[in-house]
């Protein structure tokens, strides 16, 4: 009994703020395998097996430093904010409140309990223009979501000592929360419905399984990486109608209702003019080579990606034939 609490005790405490999003709740179930994890929500309580979870508004100062003294993490994962383009267009207050202000009070006392921040940015950061963006090009977002996430990501790099910054490309996978159906769920849904799915065929970016991010921060936890900016995508891009298309044909259902669209992009009237592509689309490739190097990982396509993920939900084909890729974990 003595040798088991003392491999209790030496685990990791990982604590999350916003496990009741999406990316929240999926790190919290991927890391309760390895570590001791604690999570927080404002207004929508979820429960997650062997996840310990308190309630927490980000906006209020005393409520943060009262988490992050009791629980003592040894790492802290932003998952707090709104990460729809449209939603922070229309409430920009609200998101530079979620993914900026609240940020700065979680790093405030990380830094006092001694916790590794980690925040999770993504490829917006950039304007979309026709290239391959690098870790240290600088950051001209046209969105306003993307505006609040570099903000974010500079406040972090200027003035925390112990710090990973994850700049992503789309993550999809299923949730817990029943009540609000992601994008992901959605395309399932209404494919199996065979009802017809407007899809964009505008804006060209990575997609990847949740699950590798889980993996790429546990990598970097293990080898106690400090004051990093990494970032994680897919190995190519597609437009969501693409990556629709690619999901059909991964999970072997028809796409005749798949139909190419465009979604509204609302561009920041004080956004820099982004040179125009010659297919008229916006560009978001994110060079992985430094955390491939890094971590010696391959990242996959996201063909790769959507394979891992028939075989992470033990799908079956509705077409004949069944995939060959195993785990789908090779790419480690």
């Given at each position: 009994?003595?040798?088991?609490?003392?491999?209790?005790?030496?685990?990791?405490?990982?604590?999350?703020?916003?496990?009741?999003?999406?990316?929240?709740?999926?790190?919290?179930?991927?890391?309760?395998?390895?570590?001791?994890?604690?999570g927080t929500y404002h207004k929508t309580p979820v429960t997650i097996p062997g996840v310990m979870v308190l309630p927490c508004d980000v906006l209020t100062k005393?409520?943060?430093?009262?988490?992050?003294?009791?629980?003592?993490?040894?790492?802290?994962?932003?998952?707090?904010?709104?990460?729809?383009?449209?939603?922070?267009?229309?409430?920009?207050?609200?998101?530079?409140?979620?993914?900026?202000?609240?940020?700065?009070?979680?790093?405030?006392?990380?830094?006092?309990?001694?916790?590794?921040?980690?925040?999770?940015?993504?490829?917006?950061?950039?304007?979309?223009?026709?290239?391959?963006?690098?870790?240290?090009?600088?950051?001209?977002?046209?969105?306003?979501?993307?505006?609040?996430?570099?903000?974010?990501?500079?406040?972090?790099?200027?003035?925390?000592?112990?710090?990973?910054?994850?700049?992503?490309?789309?993550?999809?996978?299923?949730?817990?929360?029943?009540?609000r159906e992601n994008l992901f769920e959605k395309f399932q849904r209404l494919i199996n419905e065979r009802k017809n799915i407007e899809v964009d065929d505008y804006?060209?970016?990575?997609?990847?399984?949740?699950?590798?991010?889980?993996?790429?921060?546990?990598?970097?936890?293990?080898?106690?990486?400090?004051?990093r900016l990494f970032q994680v995508s897919s190995g190519d891009k597609l437009t969501y109608y693409e990556f629709v298309k690619t999901y059909a044909e991964v999970?072997?259902?028809?796409?005749?209702?798949?139909?190419?669209?465009?979604?509204?992009?609302?561009?920041?009237?004080?956004?820099?003019?982004?040179?125009?592509?010659?297919?008229?689309?916006?560009?978001?490739?994110?060079?992985?080579?430094?955390?491939?190097?890094?971590?010696?990982?391959?990242?996959?396509?996201?063909?790769?990606?959507?394979?891992?993920?028939?075989?992470?939900?033990?799908?079956?084909?509705?077409?004949?034939?069944?995939?060959?890729?195993?785990?789908?974990?090779?790419?480690?």
């Amino acid at each position: 009994m003595s040798d088991l609490s003392e491999i209790i005790s030496k685990r990791k405490t990982v604590l999350i703020f916003g496990i009741s999003s999406f990316v929240g709740s999926s790190l919290a179930e991927f890391f309760s395998r390895d570590y001791r994890v604690v999570g927080t929500y404002h207004k929508t309580p979820v429960t997650i097996p062997g996840v310990m979870v308190l309630p927490c508004d980000v906006l209020t100062k005393e409520e943060v430093q009262l988490v992050l003294f009791a629980t003592k993490p040894d790492v802290t994962i932003y998952c707090v904010g709104m990460s729809s383009i449209i939603d922070c267009a229309l409430d920009e207050d609200r998101a530079d409140a979620l993914n900026t202000s609240g940020l700065f009070n979680v790093v405030e006392y990380c830094q006092r309990y001694k916790s590794q921040i980690i925040y999770l940015s993504s490829n917006f950061v950039f304007s979309g223009e026709d290239k391959q963006y690098l870790e240290m090009d600088i950051p001209d977002p046209n969105t306003m979501y993307g505006k609040t996430q570099a903000s974010a990501e500079f406040y972090i790099q200027k003035t925390s000592l112990n710090y990973l910054v994850f700049r992503v490309s789309r993550l999809y996978g299923r949730g817990i929360n029943g009540k609000r159906e992601n994008l992901f769920e959605k395309f399932q849904r209404l494919i199996n419905e065979r009802k017809n799915i407007e899809v964009d065929d505008y804006v060209k970016t990575g997609f990847l399984d949740v699950g590798y991010l889980g993996m790429i921060i546990k990598l970097a936890i293990e080898k106690d990486v400090q004051n990093r900016l990494f970032q994680v995508s897919s190995g190519d891009k597609l437009t969501y109608y693409e990556f629709v298309k690619t999901y059909a044909e991964v999970f072997g259902e028809s796409d005749h209702n798949i139909i190419r669209t465009k979604w509204a992009y609302p561009v920041m009237a004080s956004a820099h003019a982004s040179s125009t592509s010659a297919d008229n689309k916006l560009h978001f490739k994110l060079d992985v080579s430094n955390v491939e190097g890094f971590m010696r990982v391959k990242l996959p396509t996201v063909k790769e990606s959507l394979e891992f993920t028939f075989n992470r939900y033990k799908g079956i084909k509705k077409s004949s034939g069944k995939s060959s890729q195993g785990d789908g974990i090779t790419f480690i």
